[in-house]
């Protein structure tokens, strides 16, 4: 093998490196900027409808337990309501991806039943004993549990835990990542020269992380894996298949995006090259 | 010819790299293949879930209701879980209200509903209807003996005579002995004014005087 063909081997074989290390920093973005991040999670809430669905859930759950407890439907028909559904909902997220892994008081929609009962109370004339007022307090605690187990997406305090484990190590990963890109650009000018090979290798390299940035997500969608999720209820459905598309979709973008410069890349290789050659 | 070769690289070689780089992950993931595509199996569905709840079936309307003394057993039509199966009724109250089968919490909310580890009205058994205080049996309080309760259903029309009228305590064994034959039990939280859990309950006996007998 000559010595041209080795250094072009040995050149290739940086930018192959070069590729993975691209797609690696792509990927280790997208996951800071997505599963890292509660805004992320806050606006796939928003767009799933994910607050709907567990208003409605919510209130069916409070009307059901009040009807067993001789509280007609009329009077816990608001509670809860959407704008405090979407507090809490806000709330729960940003304290599970603090690690906090709480309970949620739900101090508004205790309030609500405690006020909409006293005046039910006043309304039918009703004089609690003592064990009665027990028994409703007891009413308001369950209510209450059964608002709370709507509104606590499951696993999500385990998953705010683990991404506060993980977080430090994302970056170190991706600034050593980072590091080793831009080692494996700096060996490259050292064999080529700022030249027009140089941006033809970074080319291939940016074209080559664009494709493998779509492929992947691209087949995934078109096996349609997330729509088949054997999620029973219709709010965590909406909201777990969202969030799952809306990560996808944005490898596909970033995919794109790295083309875009791979052919901006590729402009500026032909573009030197044709000045050098036309002197 | 190197113009053209020149382009080709700009399409071959990240195609190269494309197919190196997954080779490079289906050789690191192999061992985990498996097990990733089992676990892919079992928590996916052949097809996306639909979570339109299926209309109440109202097997009560869609069936001919049967007047003959003895019902046919294949043309009695048995309700799922869930589903409206007749009407439950005491003219002297007026009380009217939609029969379910099961008494859960989405049946009861909507009438009353047949305690489905019970006899269907005219089987060799005893028949427990439960309701809300507020809804569905709000005038179970007002009853008095000898008063008739009246099932509708899609396979016959049962008339029971209320024998009995108590307050007993929500585990009461005895009360709620579903052993006798054709009787029915419509029962509900007691005292039926109040708010909050009870732990008793207003029950009303009744005993079958017409109504096609089930060979179940």
Known sequence: MSGRTLKHLGTLILTFLLTFCLFVISTLCIVRMTVMQPDFTKLQLRRSGYVTYVTK????????????????????????????????????????????????????????????????????????????????????DQAVNRYTNSIQIPYLNQIGRNVRQVQRYLLLTLIGVAVL??????????????????????????LANGLMLIIGPV?????????????????????????????????????LLSLVLGLVATLSSELKRKQRLGG | MKKARRFWRYVYIPLLFLGLGYGLFYVAARPFL???????????????????????TDVFKSAKQQT?????????????YGQLFGRLQVPAVDLQQPLYYGDGNAQLAKGAGMFNGSRFP???????????????????????????????TNYGTYKYEITAKKVVAYNDGQAFDLSGAYKVILY????????????????????????PKLNL
């Open chain 1, 219 to 255: 087949a995934l969608i078109y096996s349609r894996i997330i729509p088949r999720l054997a999620i029973k209820t219709q709010g965590l459905y909406q909201f777990v298949t969202t969030y799952l598309q809306a990560i996808t979709w944005l490898f596909v973008i970033a995919g």
């Open chain 2, 34 to 56: 498996n097990f990733i595509s089992s676990t892919i199996t079992l928590i996916t569905l052949d097809r996306p879930p639909s979570f339109k709840t299926a209309a109440a």
């Open chain 2, 122 to 152: 005219g089987g060799a058994g005893t028949t427990l209807i439960a309701g809300h205080n507020t809804t569905a049996m709000a005038a179970l309080s007002q009853v008095k003996l000898g008063q008739t309760i009246v099932i509708e």
């Open chain 1, 181 to 206: 890109g831009l080692i494996l650009i700096f060996s490259l000018w050292r064999i080529l020269h700022f030249n027009h090979r140089l941006w033809r290798y970074l080319a291939y390299a940016l």
């Open chain 2, 68 to 80: 003959a003394q003895k019902a046919a057993v294949k043309q009695q039509v048995l309700p799922s």
């Open chain 1, 57 to 140: 859930s919510a209130n069916t759950a409070i009307v059901n337990l009040g009807l067993g407890s001789g509280v007609p439907k009329t009077v816990f028909k608001s509670v809860p309501t959407k704008k405090v559904v979407t507090q809490d909902v806000a709330y729960f997220v940003d304290r599970a991806y603090a690690g906090a892994g709480i309970k949620l008081p739900a101090p508004k929609v205790r309030q609500a039943l405690e006020t909409k009962l006293t005046a039910y109370e006043k309304k039918a004339d009703l004089t609690l004993t003592k064990a009665q007022k027990k028994a409703v307090d007891q009413l308001i």
């Open chain 2, 188 to 211: 509900t939280c007691y005292p039926t004014t109040t708010i909050g859990y009870t732990a008793q309950r207003l029950a009303v006996y009744g005993t079958l005087v017409s109504g």
